[in-house]
């Protein structure tokens, strides 16, 4: 898909309680080529959203024509390691989405629609806060969702997804240790509406594969970056 030179990105403070606040970055796409639906993408536990991983989708989003709000989860803004309990991490992202809404990023984002979701941990929130009865949530596209711990199939995270009535976009890698694309076909079909997967063949969590692999690493992400502009744009307007 053909990209265009997108805006500069730019910080913008969020005050989530009283004592408390974090940063979100709007990835601006260029208006002649922009898309209906603004996204926010949430990091995963282990890296916030100056990651290598967040920074190249939010921009290459951006690039193609989807505007993209990325943000730290307190902890993160804290440097803290150890992720916050769930309703404070639902807390945190009902925010930015509020934010999102009232114009904080976007002059017409209560013209467009909303899409959320994110990276691991932040995709699984996203699906919480969705579920909780969030309104006016579009859509949800999950980078590499977190259906159960590495090695603990029993555990499994998805039972909210059922409460979740707008279309889903799961992007898994074949060879995701927190679940695989089959596991996730399973889950699906106890889902009053069948979700879209992308599957990324010899894709880890974060959609790496082999060296010995046939196709390129770049390759690989451009595939994935492509496919998730067209599920927006034929998915949600």
């Known amino acids: 898909m053909p990209s265009v030179a997108a805006e500069k990105p730019e910080q913008v ?8 606040h974090v940063t979100a970055i709007a990835h601006r796409a260029a ?6 639906a603004i996204l926010i993408l949430a990091h995963g536990a282990g890296a916030n959203q100056t990651s290598s991983f967040m920074l190249r ?17 307190a902890y993160a803004e ?15 992202y009902r925010t930015l989405i509020e934010a999102v809404r009232g114009g904080k ?20 929130i996203a699906s919480q806060v969705a579920a909780s009865g969030q309104e006016g949530i579009a859509g949800l596209v999950f980078l590499g969702y977190p259906l159960h711990p590495p090695g603990r199939p029993d555990q499994l995270r998805w ?25 996730l ?12 997967l992308c599957v ?25 970056l492509d496919e998730i502009v067209r599920w927006l744009r034929q998915s949600i307007g």
Not at 57 to 73: C, E, I, K, P, Q
């Open 159 to 183: 039972k909210h997804l059922a409460d979740i009535r707008a279309p889903m976009l799961f992007v898994q890698g074949s060879r995701d240790a927190f679940g695989t694309p089959d596991e």
């Open 57 to 73: 989708f939010a921009t290459s989003l951006a690039a193609r024509g989807v505007d993209t709000v990325t943000f730290n989860f």
């Open 13 to 20: 403070r969020v005050d989530v309680s009283p004592s408390e």
């Open 185 to 196: 076909r399973a889950v699906f079909r106890g889902l009053a509406t069948a979700p879209d």
């Open 78 to 92: 804290q440097r803290r390691r150890m992720p916050d309990r769930n309703d404070k991490l639902e807390g945190c």
């Open 31 to 36: 208006p002649r080529s922009r898309a209906g």
């Open 105 to 124: 990023f976007h002059d017409d984002a209560s013209q467009r629609k909303l899409v959320i979701g994110g990276k691991s941990m932040g995709g699984r």
């Open 200 to 224: 990324v063949e010899e894709g880890d969590h974060s959609f790496k594969v082999p060296k010995r692999s046939a196709t390129p690493q770049e390759q690989v992400y451009e595939f994935v």
